[in-house]
């Protein structure tokens, strides 16, 4: 870590500015710098050290893991490591002392540096409780077919009963190994006793980044270890320490050496599943058991066509005969048959069905190699996407889905693709239709990707993200090898710039080589690439130099991504791209150049997030077509020149570092602008653009984040007389800290949100408002010392009409991780250890208008402490992981009946101690899900069941399902036996989770 390199490099420094023999450089006293320095960085790489101890120490029990921000923190860390790296190497060159000094190299590294120690300040809690899932299932289909389910089943017996070490399963590609295997490590994240973990291969892996991939997985940090050895023994010794764990390695193509990855067969608790496509990759690596994954049978083919055409196409007795026929042609092969009827979804033209198998028994004709055949199925899915709509590209026809689709074989295999990322990269690439906003536009690009999903050609793995099977991308690939010729070189740990002609052809349109290892593209290669368009070299995080005459003979580019690099400097050759549309440098901290872009009046995006630019570049008033700017997070630029944003007429979108404060003049002028995130002057500059902006006629809706006082944003959705505004504090004391004004005039805050406060007051917070009856959704997020929202006493009737007034109008409340939250009202005149039980006298509820109530990782919450005047309007709840609670509802001596006429849905997840739900029975013909689990001690589901005229119970009339886990449904009691049997048809049981 820092402290290693620390007292050896600040030394040499020390000593170089004593030789140097000057306590001044130009102005700045270089000693008292080089002091400060120090200091920051030993209290960083002190607290570097504890933070690293801590989440190490933790994570080992399995129950903990880092959270996401401090991941964050410690990756930024490693880039001052690395940084403090390099100066030692530079240290002794010439003219170091004045660079360093005189440059503002040293400042800006001091105020880095002091902002990680700040923000560290701020964490609370270094980690999270891994709940019993201890992850989240995967996205999977329907398994088919009895082989799959057999082998399902057999598979576990091996690793659950029988503890196998380890297991293969193979295939052909698109047989389902994948998915077998997604099933089998869900039902695996229900077992308590196991820790399972997934690492997905591929075709082109190096030991050194599987090696990063498990390590990611298991919580292990490997960055300060280069030798693939040590970097296995200390894999070796994080998998020896855990008590029961899987580890699934996906689509593995070759053999792999174990020993390089930790040797997890040497260890008793370790369970290894494999896929693959060789029987031989099987043998090779030692697996104990071998499964064959293997096609599905006529009838199973025929019934997973049908499920992927859904049952909204109907078809005719002559359609079907042909839709069994084309089942037929793909050979039982899941992939095929998915792809295909997914392609067909919707039709019911007995012309078009007939027309459809024709070709497609003439596209597998004379094809004898099953994979062949795959692929031509694969193609005849792509040429049916948008068969009218056709339009004319580099010489030849695709649709915009055609187009979109092809575009995403440029990332690497396996790769999850953020959607939004996505899109943005259509607009830039021109893709689709022309919008008139950027909003429609990003509407536009969803809409496509949401029809490559629905079509098979893509797949959703998580809610914001798709990607591509592996043999789709294979399809994609080879149509990308002819016209449009595209090269992808993506994620194959290329240390050097390919210099081969092959690779840089002159008909060649896109290049990528993201994701790789390169260091240096040095003085002299300069490929003859005139109709290249793309060029994506993002996230080579080792490249620091880019010769000016790599670009000199690409006079076509559009779109250059460069972002996460570590280049200083953009080439002047640059300067000369006049087709350039989109330029993207985000996350180059260390780019302190951009060359005059005054000649690239074709740019509509330019992305500058990040980096360390003191300036804006060169003729930058002259990018009058600049649709989108970004200037986020550059804390070395202090101002932008005045009268340039208007200059910008049809920005949309548009991000200022937090230091800047424009005019609002400027900001007004920017008549098309969507989006805006930057700094006002509360008082006056606020309300003024959100009057302009209302009063723009044709304004289409907006998006505002304003940066309003210190942790304090405020962000807007404006539309035409629908706006919202939500108000976000971020770890403030807030108990010693000055009161933030959250009025705004004549304007009303719809979301309060607070993040990492301490000393939170609700009602203190709320009368700072301009009118508590807009707020309907409140958020409160890892706050220390929040022991309940609201805290009355009964005796005081003034303070209790305060609180129904200020709190009665919100309708949404989510409360996550509060480690010291004990209730939602608490009563002073109570005992402490019935608190949160008793109901307030009033007649009417403090959260009278409450919909939806969420809380998470509360675990000292004994009781919900929400008076029943409260659950009136209460649609949904969900209470998640909240080690200590006893009991939901609590009737108050209220009688044997509690009725709640609008709640429709009921989520209890790991409730170990939850021992009632309501000792009254619920009356709630409203309830449409019921969902428990992990609630071993919770004995009777106190549901009442309507008597009908015959005297027989029947279900609550709008219920659809109840999911809980088989073992606890089974052992429950019931006030009369019938009840159980009335409550079957509607049970979902949880696959194999225990209690």
């Not at 893991?65 to 390099?86: D, F, G, H």
């Not at 990308?480 to 002159?506: C, D, Q």
């Not at 994701?515 to 490929?527: A, K, L, T, V």
């Not at 080792?542 to 280049?567: A, P, R, V």
């Amino acid at each position: 870590m820092l402290d290693k390199l620390l007292e050896p490099i600040l030394s040499a420094i020390g000593q170089k500015l004593v030789d140097f023999g000057a306590d001044k450089i130009k102005g700045k006293d270089s000693k008292s710098i080089l002091k400060t320095l120090k200091r920051n960085l030993k209290s960083l790489s002190a607290k570097a050290s504890d933070v690293e101890e801590q989440i190490n120490n933790g994570e080992q029990s399995g129950k903990k893991k880092r959270k996401r921000q401090v991941e964050n923190w410690l990756e930024e860390v490693r880039v001052i490591e690395n940084e403090v790296r390099e100066l030692g190497n530079e240290v002794q060159e010439e003219g170091f002392i004045s660079r360093f000094f005189g440059g503002d190299q040293a400042t800006e590294l001091n105020e880095r540096v002091n902002e990680l120690v700040e923000e560290s300040r701020h964490f609370g809690e270094l980690l999270l409780t891994v709940y019993e899932t201890r992850g989240n299932p995967m996205l999977t289909t329907k398994l088919f077919g009895e082989a799959f389910e057999e082998n399902l089943e057999r598979i576990w017996k091996c690793v659950v009963i029988d503890k196998v070490p380890s297991i293969g399963i193979y295939g052909m590609g698109g047989v389902g190994k994948t998915t077998l295997t997604k099933h089998i490590y869900n039902r695996l994240l229900e077992e308590p006793q196991y820790r399972v973990y997934w690492v997905t291969v591929s075709h082109e892996f190096s030991i050194n980044k599987l090696q990063d991939d498990i390590a990611k997985v298991i919580g292990l940090d490997l960055s300060a270890e280069n030798d693939e050895d040590k970097r296995s023994g200390l894999l070796n010794i994080a998998l020896s320490r855990m008590k029961e764990f899987v580890l699934v390695l996906d689509d593995v193509w070759d053999n792999i050496s174990l020993i390089k990855v930790g040797n997890p067969q040497s260890l008793e608790s370790a369970r290894l599943i494999i896929t693959t496509r060789s029987l031989e990759v099987c043998h090779r690596i030692g697996c104990k058991e071998n499964f064959v994954v293997e096609t599905l049978c006529r009838d199973e083919a025929w019934d997973l066509f049908q499920e992927t055409l859904g049952q909204e196409t109907t078809l005719s007795p002559q359609v079907k005969e042909i839709a069994k026929s084309m089942a037929k042609e793909c050979d039982g092969l899941p992939l095929g048959i998915i792809t295909i009827a997914g392609s067909m979804r919707g039709e019911t033209d007995i012309h078009v069905w007939r027309n459809t198998i024709t070709e497609l028994k003439e596209s597998l004709l004379r094809l004898d190699d099953m994979e062949d055949k795959v692929f031509a199925v694969l193609k005849y899915s792509f040429d049916r996407l948008d068969p009218h709509y056709k339009r004319e590209y580099k010489g030849n026809e695709y649709t915009k889905l055609q187009l979109c689709f092809l575009y995403c074989s440029l990332y690497p295999e396996d790769f999850d693709i953020n959607k939004d990322k996505l899109t943005n990269k259509f607009i830039a690439e021109k893709l689709m239709d022309k919008r008139k906003t950027r909003k429609e536009e990003v509407d536009q690009g969803h809409t496509i990707l949401d029809r490559l999903v629905n079509v098979c050609l893509l797949e959703n793995t998580r809610s914001d993200f798709v990607k591509m099977h592996d043999l789709v991308r294979e399809m994609a690939l080879k149509i990308t090898r002819g016209n449009p010729k595209f090269m992808v070189l993506a994620r194959l740990s290329l240390k050097e710039i390919p210099t081969e002609e092959e690779y840089w052809t002159e008909d060649l349109e896109k290049m990528s080589l993201m994701e790789n290892e390169i260091s240096e593209i040095p003085e002299g290669i300069y490929p003859n690439c005139p109709i290249l368009s793309t060029l994506l070299l993002n996230k080579n995080r080792e490249l620091k130099l880019i010769g000016d005459s790599f670009f000199s003979l690409m006079c076509g580019l559009c779109n250059l991504d460069l972002s996460g690099t570590f280049i200083t400097k953009l080439p002047h050759s640059v300067s000369e791209l006049k087709s350039l549309n989109a330029l993207i440098l985000k996350k180059c901290r260390k780019l302190v150049f951009v060359p005059n872009l005054g000649k690239l009046l074709a740019l509509r995006e330019l992305d500058l997030t990040s980096t360390a630019i003191k300036e804006v570049p060169q003729g930058m008033e002259n990018l009058v077509n600049l649709r989108f700017l970004s200037l986020l997070s550059i804390s070395n630029m202090e101002m932008l020149p005045t009268g340039l944003l208007p200059k910008f007429k049809y920005l949309q979108c548009l991000y200022l570092p937090d230091g800047i404060q424009v005019p609002i003049e400027e900001i007004e002028s920017l008549k098309r602008l969507e989006k805006f995130y930057g700094r006002v002057n509360y008082g006056c500059d606020l309300n003024r653009i959100i009057q302009f902006r209302q009063s723009v006629q044709g304004c289409y809706t907006t998006y505002f984040h304003f940066l309003i006082a210190p942790g304090v944003e405020l962000k807007m959705e404006l539309g035409m007389g629908n706006d919202y505004i939500f108000v976000i504090v971020n770890g403030h004391e807030l108990i010693r800290r000055e009161v933030i004004d959250l009025t705004l005039r004549e304007h009303d805050i719809q979301h309060l949100e607070y993040n990492y406060c301490r000393g939170l007051s609700l009602l203190d917070e709320l009368t700072r408002l301009n009118n508590s009856r807009s707020l309907k959704t409140l958020r409160i997020n890892w706050c220390h010392e929040v022991e309940c929202l609201v805290r009355l006493s009964t005796r005081n009737e003034q303070q209790l009409m305060m609180a129904r007034d200020k709190l009665k109008y919100i309708e949404e409340i989510y409360l996550n991780d509060l480690q010291d939250f004990t209730c939602v009202v608490a009563n002073l005149e109570i005992e402490e250890d019935v608190v949160a039980v008793a109901p307030l006298p009033h007649p009417l509820g403090i959260f009278s208008s409450l919909k939806i109530l969420s809380i998470l990782g509360c675990d000292k919450m004994k009781k919900l402490g929400l008076p029943l005047p409260d659950l009136q309007n209460l649609e949904s709840i969900l209470v998640a992981f909240c080690g200590g609670i006893e009991e939901i509802i609590h009737q108050g001596g209220r009688g044997g009946v509690v009725c709640l006429p609008k709640l429709k849905r009921i989520d209890l997840v790991g409730l170990p101690k939850l021992k009632s739900i309501c000792e009254a029975t619920i009356v709630c013909n409203s309830i449409e899900l019921i969902s428990l689990g992990g609630c071993r001690r919770l004995k009777k589901l106190p549901l009442f069941l309507p008597v009908v005229d015959d005297h027989a119970y029947s279900p609550p009339p709008n219920l659809q399902c109840i999911s809980v886990d088989k073992e606890w449904w089974e052992s429950l009691e019931w006030d009369h036996p019938t009840h159980k049997d009335i409550l079957q048809p509607f049970l979902s049981f949880f696959p194999h989770r225990k209690n």
